[in-house]
Structure formats: C-alpha cells, structure tokens
Nanobody
C-alpha cells in the first residue's frame, strides 16, 4: 500500500522559509516522479514543482521559480520542497503526489495522480 506522509508545514512571516518533507512507502521510490501541488480555498489544486526519478530533472511553476527548490533523497525515500522568500499568496495546503508514469504523461494536472499525501497547511503572514 502506497503511503505519502508529509511534514514541515506551519506559520511563517513574509520573506521567511519553510521546508516540507514527504516520506514515501509501499513503492519503489527511485522509479517514481514526485510532485508538489497546492490548493487555496475555492481553487483547484495547482502544480508547484516536480522532480523526476533520476533525481536531477526538475520542473517548477512560474510563480515559484527562483524561490522554491524540490529535491529527493532515495536513501530516505523522501522528497523535499524548500520554500524561500515566502509571500502571503503562497498560503495554501500543500500536497505531495507520486506517479510511476513519465512526467510528460501525467504532467501538471492533479487529476492524473492517484497517490497523495494528506496535505500540509502553510500560512504566510503579512
């Protein structure tokens, strides 16, 4: 059974930093693309960042480029999202997701992913 367990969210001031973690189990971690999405009230989940199985190919939404960094540790079966220079508009519930299919197939659409973490609230105060 695939499980994705997130940690690291919380409250931070504008300009601050947080690091989210997503620990995976029940899957062969090194073969999965790992993706971060976020959801704000009244909106659908939106793509934030992805890191491919190879550990070095990454993709980012334009609104986080230069501020967020996604990485993975295959020894720990964990993917991370380092969030710097946080803004109030980054306030959201952040989710990690996993997919074994190539990223060009599942892409940035949350409807393509079936394995999800429980979600982690990130609140950025102004």
């Amino acid at each position: 059974q695939v499980q994705l367990v997130e940690s690291g969210g919380g409250l931070v001031q504008t300009g601050g930093s947080l690091r989210l973690s997503c620990a995976a189990s029940g899957l062969t971690f090194s073969t999965y693309t790992m993706v971060w999405f976020r959801r704000t009230p009244g909106k659908e989940r939106e793509f934030v960042a992805a890191i491919l199985w190879n550990g070095y190919t990454t993709y980012y939404a334009d609104f986080v480029k230069g501020r967020f960094a996604v990485s993975r540790d295959s020894a720990e079966n964990t993917v991370y999202l380092q969030m710097n220079s946080l803004k109030p508009e980054d306030t959201a519930v952040y989710y990690c997701a996993a997919d074994r299919r190539p990223f060009y197939y599942s892409g940035k659409s949350y409807t393509e992913y079936i394995y999800w973490g429980q979600g982690m609230q990130v609140t950025v105060s102004s």
